[in-house]
T-cell receptor, first 113, second 110 residues
Framework: NAGVTQTPKFQVLKTGQSMTLQCAQD?????MYWYRQDPGMGLRLIYY???????DKGEVPNGYNVSRLNKREFSLRLESAAPSQTSVYFC????????????FGPGTRLLVL | RKEVEQDPGPFNVPEGATVAFNCTYS??????FFWYRQDCRKEPKLLMS???SGNEDGRFTAQLNRASQYISLLIRDSKLSDSATYLC???????????FGPGTSLSVIP
């Protein structure tokens, strides 16, 4: 039982390159989230998916796209990376409905040069 | 105005001290509240939920003040291992998007 896994753990991109961050969970949770965390800014919600087949924008969605591939997987895509997207990206899940606990993956550290 | 705000700190306290953090929320309809802890370069993890009547878990006490729209976290007898960033969450409904406060940094000094 791995919980929430993220790949890759670390990535270096050049400006303009694209990449997809992967997130998978084996907790049978309905809701999945992508956050970014920058020094002094805390965790900011990029996109979330309340259930399979639905996605919604969070606080800072510009420059990102997401896909809820199935109940287990929620990917985050950067089509044209910019230095401002250098950050630590966390995926999180919760069961949906009721008192909610967020379970986080270990994070992906992204550096855009 | 941000939905959830916190004093970023840092709070530097000696071992054994009592320290309290506040977190204010803007949506008066918020119903569910949580405190998370995040260690350096790690993912956040749930510390405790906050119930209307207040709740305690060992050295940690969480309180809710609906009239003033804030939640608080009190840590008694601080340990070195309490050094971390503490994040709060306020949700309107169970299906609400989960927005975190910016976090309060705590350093417990020997």
């Amino acid at each position: 039982n791995a919980g929430v896994t993220q790949t890759p753990k670390f990535q270096v991109l050049k400006t303009g390159q694209s990449m997809t961050l992967q997130c998978a969970q084996d907790m049978n949770h309905n809701s999945m989230y992508w956050y970014r965390q920058d020094p002094g800014m805390g965790l900011r919600l990029i996109y979330y998916s309340a259930s399979e087949g639905t996605t919604d924008k969070g606080e800072v969605p510009n420059g990102y796209n997401v896909s809820r591939l199935n109940k287990r997987e929620f990917s985050l895509r950067l089509e044209s990376a910019a230095p401002s997207q250098t950050s630590v990206y966390f995926c999180a899940t919760n069961r949906g409905g009721g008192q909610e606990t967020q379970y986080f993956g270990p994070g992906t550290r992204l550096l855009v040069l | 105005r941000k939905e959830v705000e916190q004093d970023p700190g840092p709070f530097n306290v000696p071992e054994g001290a009592t320290v309290a953090f506040n977190c204010t929320y803007s949506n008066s309809a918020s119903q569910s509240f949580f405190w998370y802890r995040q260690d350096c370069r790690k993912e956040p993890k749930l510390l405790m939920s906050v119930y209307s009547s207040g709740n305690e878990d060992g050295r940690f006490t969480a309180q809710l003040n609906r009239a003033s729209q804030y939640i608080s976290l009190l840590i008694r007898d601080s340990k070195l291992s309490d050094s971390a960033t503490y994040l709060c969450v306020a949700l309107k409904t169970s299906y609400d998007k989960v927005i975190f406060g910016p976090g309060t940094s705590l350093s417990v000094i020997p």
